[in-house]
């Protein structure tokens, strides 16, 4: 059977905890949607609903609206390929925070064993704000609030920049080196092996050369 997106709203009650980090509840499932434009509309803001319906159906997202857990504002399910968001968050923080958990559904394919706050997921959130920046829908006072939300993201920035060692992503996956946009190959002799798209090239890179990944943001 497809798989299909979907918005769920479940209840939570009967908070247990299991380690100082994790914690139980019992869930209720009160209903699932799939008229997705229509369910979202008191959650966020109008001129973003069609956005984000279009992430949730091109990355097949079920998405989660909960009644508020207390120690987090929203999560992702890699597994269930799952988002959960508390659903007492006003419209700006509730589109920060989905996009927050879609940066970590992004970011786990491309990279090997990123880390689950390091660079890697960074790049990819400022990514996708900066993209609903483009769009006009998250404003230029707002990037900051929403981007900047780690001292270890700023650190990041300020000394490295947003480019990473081409060992660090999947076979497959496009970057950009030099300005030309090539594929990641599978390693030899100490080499991988790239292609360049333009004209199929086939070149070595040293596995820490320091390149910067494509995403894929067209929905």
């Not at 958990?101 to 400022?126: M, N, R, T």
Request: proline content about 3%; hydrophobic content about 40%.
């Amino acid at each position: 059977m497809e798989k299909r997106s979907c918005i769920q709203f479940v209840e939570l009650s009967n908070r247990r905890r299991l380690t100082k980090k994790k914690y139980h509840y019992d869930e209720f499932f009160r209903e699932t949607r799939y008229d997705l434009n229509e369910t979202l509309a008191p959650f966020l803001r109008k001129n973003a609903i069609d956005e984000v319906v279009a992430m949730l159906i091109k990355y097949c997202i079920v998405l989660r609206i909960e009644t508020p857990r207390k120690e987090v504002l929203g999560s992702f399910l890699s597994w269930s390929n799952t988002i959960r968001i508390n659903n007492n968050l006003d419209k700006d923080m509730f589109l920060s925070v989905f996009l927050h958990e879609v940066a970590h559904l992004i970011s786990d394919p491309i990279f090997i064993k990123a880390p689950w706050h390091g660079a890697e997921f960074y790049y990819c959130y400022q990514e996708l704000v900066l993209q609903f920046n483009l769009k006009n829908i998250i404003s230029q006072d707002m990037i900051l609030s929403i981007v900047n939300r780690s001292g270890d993201y700023e650190s990041y920035r300020k000394y490295h920049g947003f480019k990473f060692q081409l060992k660090t992503i999947h076979i497959g996956f496009q970057f950009i080196y030099f300005d030309e946009v090539m594929v990641r190959g599978k390693g030899r002799n100490g080499l991988i092996e790239c292609t360049k798209l333009s004209n199929n090239e086939k070149i070595k890179l040293d596995p820490q050369t320091k390149i910067v990944p494509v995403l894929d943001l067209n929905w």
